[in-house]
């Protein structure tokens, strides 16, 4: 199976996956660093995860809340023969990262965590994760500029985005002045995409 099949048909059916700039950084990042562990905020399909298990040898543990994706990328896992390297954690990611936090099992444990989540609420998650990250782990969280309104290179249309916009504004701040995080780098592609690593 093409990984370009399951980016086709998530076009054709309107699930949200990494645009065609963060895939590609996604793809050359994890081949450079080869992570042994991987978490992932955000599953739909399995696209991304793929895309990470099929440039190293490490193992993902990532989180989906819909249960037509988490079927879907059962399929797909299996068809990339990667079922045995994923670890699919189904419901409300605050939820899950809180139970992987006191099951005291994943302190300070991931080598990277890509975050492509709920948008608005990135600001929220983001110490639970830090804890889960290791020390010199990567973060990486996608989407942060949000098709350019955040920075304004484009205006929103209407004031609905109003409060994803100053949220994900705040994340960025936050992470640019994180005291647990040191070399961020804000990637102004497409959608942005925020590199940190972990002090
Ligand atoms: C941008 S998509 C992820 C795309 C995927 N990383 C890829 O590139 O193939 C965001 C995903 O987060 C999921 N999601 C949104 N809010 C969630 C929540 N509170 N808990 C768990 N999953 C959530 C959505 O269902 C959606 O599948």
């Known amino acids: 199976m093409e990984l370009n099949s399951i980016q ?12 065609t700039e963060s895939h590609k950084i996604l793809e050359k990042f994890t081949a ?8 992932e905020i955000g599953m739909a399909v399995g696209f991304s995860g ?3 298990l099929s440039a190293c040898n490490g193992d993902l543990v990532t989180i989906e809340h819909n ?19 994923v670890k699919i954690l189904q419901g409300d990611c605050h939820i899950e990262i809180v139970k992987l936090l006191y099951s005291g099992n994943y302190d300070n444990y991931f080598d990277l965590i890509f975050l492509d989540g709920p948008k608005a609420q990135y600001n929220l998650l983001l110490d639970g994760l830090l804890q889960l990250l290791k020390h010199d782990g990567v973060f990486i969280a996608d989407n942060v500029l949000f098709r350019g309104y955040v920075d304004g290179t484009t ?3 209407t004031r609905r985005y109003k409060t994803i916009i100053k949220r994900l504004s705040e994340f960025i701040d936050n992470c640019k002045n994180h005291e647990e995080l040191k070399d961020f780098k804000l990637i102004d592609t497409e959608d942005g995409i925020i590199f940190a690593r972990k002090k």
């Open 8 to 19: 086709n048909n998530a076009k054709s059916y309107g699930v949200p996956i990494i645009r």
């Open 32 to 39: 450079e660093k080869q992570p042994l562990h991987i978490l």
């Open 50 to 52: 793929i895309t990470m």
């Open 67 to 85: 249960k037509d994706y988490i079927r879907q990328a059962k399929t797909n896992f299996k068809n990339f023969g990667l079922s045995k390297r």
């Open 155 to 157: 205006k929103a249309p």
